[in-house]
């Protein structure tokens, strides 16, 4: 598997206004529907996901595991608007490692919407689900996502989980298309968590991790969230 870490950097009143004008802001806390539309109209169905955007000197960035060439070419031929306030001017792609070792050590950092499914297909906040099927015992928020977010790195024996901090929460709404309508799917306005974990992992399988790493952690990766942020552990 080959992945690459692009990045771009948006122009934030730019962004702001074209979501406004394409009707993509109203009704969500973040951008992150827009940049979704914003990629797909660059690179189409190679759009890169998981992605993550910081609003500031880091920008977009994002896994890939298509094509560099292809994708530098994308950028050549965007429409001048997206083109603009991408700011795909400074566009930037580098191989990433994709090779990794049983038992190394990682720092990380995870924007993720710790959700999960219920029974009749329905996402649910993950704290709210656990409280559901435990209504007596006194559960904490906290706990509650690291032992989601354990299970989540655990899939394809990818990663085990060594610590992670809750560094941020909110209840945050966010654009997604709703059900089809006259032929056309409407969009809809979705609540949900919104956590930001760092801490430290050990990769388990090696091809595992790698997929993890292509494929992002949780749901909603297309539009922001789930990109695994990578750093070395911390000195004992």
Not at 3 to 29: E, F, K, M, N, Y
Not at 227 to 232: A, G, H
């Amino acid at each position: 598997m080959n992945l690459s870490l692009l990045q771009c950097h948006p122009d934030s009143p730019r962004l702001a206004a074209w979501a406004t004008r394409v009707g993509l802001a109203t009704g969500g806390d973040d951008l992150g529907y827009a940049l979704h539309a914003l990629l797909f109209a660059v690179f189409g169905d190679a759009a890169p996901k998981p992605f993550r955007y910081f609003g500031d000197a880091r920008g977009l960035l994002a896994y890939t595991t298509q094509d560099t060439d292809a994708l530098k070419l994308a950028v050549q031929v965007a429409a001048p608007d997206v083109y603009a306030v991408l700011g795909l001017e400074r566009f930037a792609i580098r191989r990433f490692p994709d090779q990794w070792l049983s038992g190394q050590r990682l720092g990380f950092e995870l924007r993720v919407r710790p959700v999960v499914r219920t029974s009749q297909g329905r996402e649910r906040d993950a704290f709210l689900a656990a409280i559901d099927k435990q209504p007596d015992n006194e559960l904490s928020r906290e706990a509650v996502y690291v032992d989601w977010l354990r299970n989540e790195l655990k899939r394809q024996d990818a990663a085990v989980l060594e610590y992670a901090n809750l560094d941020a929460f909110r209840l945050s709404g966010s654009l997604r298309k709703g059900a089809a309508t006259s032929g056309k799917r409407s969009i809809a306005r979705v609540a949900g968590p919104d956590v930001l974990f760092t801490g430290e992992l050990n990769v388990d399988d090696p091809v595992g991790f790698a997929a993890l790493l292509s494929r992002g952690v949780g749901r909603h990766r297309a539009f922001g969230y789930g990109m695994l942020l990578l750093k070395p552990s911390a000195p004992c």
